[in-house]
Each structure stands twice: as C-alpha cells, then as structure tokens.
C-alpha cells in the first residue's frame, strides 16, 4: 500500500549545449533584463542549472547578475508584480 | 652576503609591484592607480525637475572629490520599481561608470548614505561599457527570442547599428569575386 507518485513528475530533458556559451557572453549586466527574466521561474527563484541547461561559470554570472537586480528593484524577490 | 647584493641589484627592493585584477599598487609612487566602477542610485520621484539635476551634480561633485574621474553616465529615466523602497512605488535610474582609488568607493558610499533623496545605491565593480550600439548584439539574440514574452520590457537601448553592418560582408564577397574574376 505504498503511496506510488508514478512517474508523472518527469522532468524535461535539459538543453545538451548551454546557452551562453553559444553566444560566447563574457559579460552579464544586472540591468540586462531580457536575459535575466528567462533565468527566473514564476515565484521569482533562480531556475536551477538542470531545467536551463547553462554551465556552472555562466550560472555564477547569471546568479550574481539577479541578486544584483534585485537589490536595485529590476526584479522582485518573490512572486511579486515584477515588471 | 655576496649573493644578496647581486639579488638586489637584479630586483631592486623599493619597487614592489602587487598586480590585481585591474589596478597596479607601486611602492615607489606610493599610491593606487584606478579602477573601473559602477555607481548606480535610484533617486526618489519626488524631486523636481529643478531639484532633480541638482542632486545629480551633487553626487557627480561627491565622485570627483573622491578623486574620481566619471566617464559614462546612464540615466534611465523614471520607472516602476519592483517593490516598494520608503513607501515610493517609482524612482529614477541613474549610473555612472567611474574610476576611483580604492579608497574612494567608501567615501562616495557614506555620502550617499545619509541623503535622503537617494533611495537605493550599489557600487559595484565594473568595466565601461564601450559603446552601448556593441553590446546589443549579444542581446539581440535574447531579446527577438523573448519577444513573444509580453511581461519582458527591455532596459537596454537596442539601435540598428548591426543592420548597416549586415551589408558590408555582401560587398566584400563581390569585390573578391571580381578580383578573381579579373
């Protein structure tokens, strides 16, 4: 009678390339909203390296680029009117 | 004591040369070159149109009496904040890319510090951007792709500057087809 949750909550397979790489960025900007908006899920959070598929050193860029943006009120901290 | 003096001859000891990631500390000079800057400050909506260039001077006087020397300002206008800063709903988004001694960002940080006008601020370090038409390339891939987005509203200023250049490499190709065909 064990609770069985199935396999419903697959995951989507992560993007194999990531893609600031492809893009060859060097420099992430905290008022660079257009990147930033596609790295954050619907409560605000930093969606994680497995469902956006960036590699750990642009990962880094992009996490200080939003706690940036967020200290100067670009982005909400939580699931807030964010722009 | 021989080997010593050769050592000081080959290395002279009064210079001593700490290499960062930007500036250079030389002990001869005894002082600190400059490093690249970004002083962003959200200032309240409150001010005038009057007052408003007003603080900005001021902060600009603030900087270069730190020994600052202020190379870009960007000034972003009036926006929504995300949330609320001081029960203010709006403010102004001003920037300035600056190079400052090491000792100057703590001076500029504790005058912004006691204005009231000054909602937020952030020093952080940060090269000058070269030119804002060269850095909307990169974003321009980000930017067409998040277009269907509606909540997305872009900050930067993306010209068409990469449209001119789209012609140049046609040009090229058919003069090099014409050198060889010749």
């Known amino acids: ?83 | 004591m021989s080997c010593e003096q050769d050592d000081t001859s080959r290395f002279p000891l009064l210079v001593i040369i700490i290499q960062d990631n930007k500036g250079v500390y030389t002990e001869e000079r005894g002082e600190f070159t400059l490093k690249n800057y970004e002083i962003a400050v959200i200032l309240s909506p409150d001010l005038d149109d009057t007052s408003l260039p007003a603080m900005q001077e001021t902060i600009q006087g603030w900087i270069s009496s730190s020994g600052g020397e202020i190379v870009l300002t960007d000034d972003r206008g009036l926006r929504k904040m995300a949330y609320h800063i001081k029960k203010k709903r709006e403010g102004h988004y001003i920037s300035w890319y600056a190079s400052l001694s090491p000792s100057g960002p703590a001076e500029v940080e504790q005058q912004l510090r006691l204005n009231e006008n000054i909602l937020r601020f952030m020093i952080i370090k940060s090269d000058v951007p070269v030119q804002v038409e060269q850095k909307s390339p990169s974003t321009d891939s980000y930017s067409n792709v998040s277009e269907s987005v509606p909540s997305t509203s872009t900050l930067e200023e993306i010209t068409e500057s990469d449209q001119v250049s789209d012609g140049l490499p046609d040009q090229s190709l058919d003069e090099k087809n014409e050198g060889e065909s010749l």
Request: net charge positive; glycine share 4%; with cysteine.
């Open chain 1, 1 to 83: 009678m064990a609770f069985y949750r199935g396999s419903s909550r697959a995951y989507n397979r992560r993007p194999s390339v990531c893609q600031f790489c492809a893009d060859k960025v060097t420099e992430l900007d905290y008022k660079n909203l257009d990147v930033l908006v596609r790295q954050i899920d619907p409560e605000g959070k930093i969606r994680p390296r497995r469902r956006t598929g960036t590699c750990a050193r642009h990962q880094r860029m992009v996490a200080i680029a939003i706690k940036r943006a967020r200290h100067m009120a670009l982005l909400a901290f939580d699931r807030g009117s964010w722009i």
